[in-house]
């Protein structure tokens, strides 16, 4: 702490990792020879410049930008970029950690990073948006390449934003280099099932983890928190499986549907018009309403998807779920339950799936994505949704079966920390000291 002062996120990823690992480095005494965890929590490195772009009334601003190269022992670096006002370089570095483990996970062959800015789009106009990215990729570029590193979205870069910033790389390098990002627009080298990845992960993690207790999700109810890219569809996966998703938020509070969240109206709402959900209510009808500043943990449910951000559910949080008699938390965003919360679900006995496995998917189809542009084909939307769900169920077999195999049987922060720290670790032994 001393080290890297002020970074409570990334204290707080490194520590839960660190926690579930003491059995491996006794294991295993040639990690702690070779000072792997020293060389894994310091990232190889990291990138902060200034991001200078003028408003629609000609005011100039400045906002600062970010990358963390964390770690690239399996791979080219990958991990997404963040637009939000809370971004600083603790919350860079926790994301980019949590990476590392998660693209492990995949088996596809990714190293980890992640980048942003504290720009906020929230309120700004298309030009102003793009003129922004291209001032970020105007020095982003020269950090980044298809065999080198390879960001794509997270809070607040969606497909708008990638392909601004795509456009920008490509016009300073002439270059198509159509690797180098991801989460791209369809014809111009985007995946299939890129957008809908993360969310329809989260609830194929939670289908398997239910599965294991002999329990489908069809005819649950869930709680969905966020009503961004992860959100929306995660509401998607479980009606196209039969389950009844009750809610929604966003930073200003949370609706509840007692008919279920009507998915075409808040596509609309999001999507379409980048609004608010407390639209959302006033247009539903009277099955809806809106909860200012509240939390959609309060709403008694079956299944819970935290999908909005990190440090969303706490203790109180789960208290309530559990007594509700929630079955099953899956993490669509990175860390959004607190260690109190995870303790509280795992003594309860409700099954966790930590966002390092639960929401992979996102990072997964992004691998596939850069494997049909290595080829300079087009897979089907069929061909990437079967290869996203065959992934999904190795890593929920995977992390369940580290965890029996460490005694901690049905403990997936566990399972998948360790799964994912024993490949990365295995490369960096065989790599040598660097
Ligand atoms: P979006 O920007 O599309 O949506 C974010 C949603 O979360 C919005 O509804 C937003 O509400 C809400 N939100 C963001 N910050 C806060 C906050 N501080 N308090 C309350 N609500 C907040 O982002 P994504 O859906 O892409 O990402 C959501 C989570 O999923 C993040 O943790 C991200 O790291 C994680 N994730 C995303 C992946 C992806 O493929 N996109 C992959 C893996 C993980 P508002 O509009 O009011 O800010």
């Not at 504290?118 to 065999?147: K, N, W």
């Amino acid at each position: 702490e001393r080290r890297n002062p002020a970074q409570p996120e990334f204290h707080q990823a490194v520590r839960e990792v660190l926690d579930t690992l003491a059995p491996v480095f006794a294991a295993r005494p040639e990690y702690a020879e070779a000072g792997l965890v020293e060389r894994l929590v310091e990232p190889e490195r990291q990138i902060i410049f200034r991001v200078p772009w003028t408003d629609d009334r000609g005011r100039v601003h400045v906002n600062r930008g970010y990358r963390v190269e964390f770690n690239s022992a399996l791979g080219p670096y990958k991990g997404g970029l963040r637009f939000h006002p809370s971004v600083d370089i603790g919350v860079v570095k926790f994301l980019g950690f949590e990476q590392i483990f998660k693209n492990a996970l995949t088996g596809l062959g990714i190293g980890g990073g992640k980048g942003g800015s504290d720009f906020d789009p929230h309120g700004r106009s298309d030009a102003e948006v793009m003129r922004f990215c291209q001032s970020f990729m105007t020095e982003l570029y020269r950090h980044i390449g298809e065999h080198t590193d390879v960001p794509a979205g997270d809070i607040g870069v969606g497909g708008r934003e990638i392909g601004y910033l795509f456009g920008q790389y490509r016009r300073i390098t002439n270059r198509w280099e159509a690797g180098v990002l991801t989460g791209k627009g369809q014809g111009w080298g985007g995946s299939e099932i890129r957008p809908e990845a993360t969310g329809y992960g989260s609830v194929l993690f939670a289908g398997e983890m239910l599965a294991v207790k002999g329990v489908s999700l069809d005819g649950l109810t869930a709680v969905v928190s966020g009503s961004g890219n992860v959100a929306l569809y995660t509401v998607e996966k479980l009606q196209q499986l039969g389950a009844n998703p009750l809610t929604c938020s966003d930073s200003q509070g949370y609706v509840v549907d007692d008919k279920g969240i009507d998915l075409a109206l808040l596509r609309q709402i999001k999507e379409v018009e980048r609004g608010r959900v407390s639209e959302y209510a006033a247009r539903r009808g009277p099955s809806a309403r809106f909860v200012p500043g509240g939390r959609v943990w309060e709403v008694p449910a079956d299944v819970a998807f935290p999908s909005a951000t990190q440090n969303e559910l706490g203790a109180d949080d789960a208290r309530a779920l559990i007594a509700n008699g929630v079955k099953a938390v899956s993490e669509g965003a990175n860390m959004p339950t607190t260690p109190e919360a995870v303790h509280l679900f795992q003594a309860a006995g409700v099954a966790f799936g930590p966002g390092k496995a639960a929401n992979a998917g996102g990072v997964a189809v992004s691998a596939l994505e850069m494997s049909q542009n290595a080829g300079r084909s087009a897979w089907s939307r069929d061909r990437v949704e079967d290869e996203l769900a065959g992934i999904m169920r190795e890593i929920h077999r995977v992390a369940y079966e580290t965890a029996a195999r460490y005694d901690a049987p049905g403990d997936y922060v566990t399972g998948a920390n360790i799964a994912g720290f024993e490949r990365v670790a295995d490369a960096m032994l065989a790599q040598g000291v660097i």
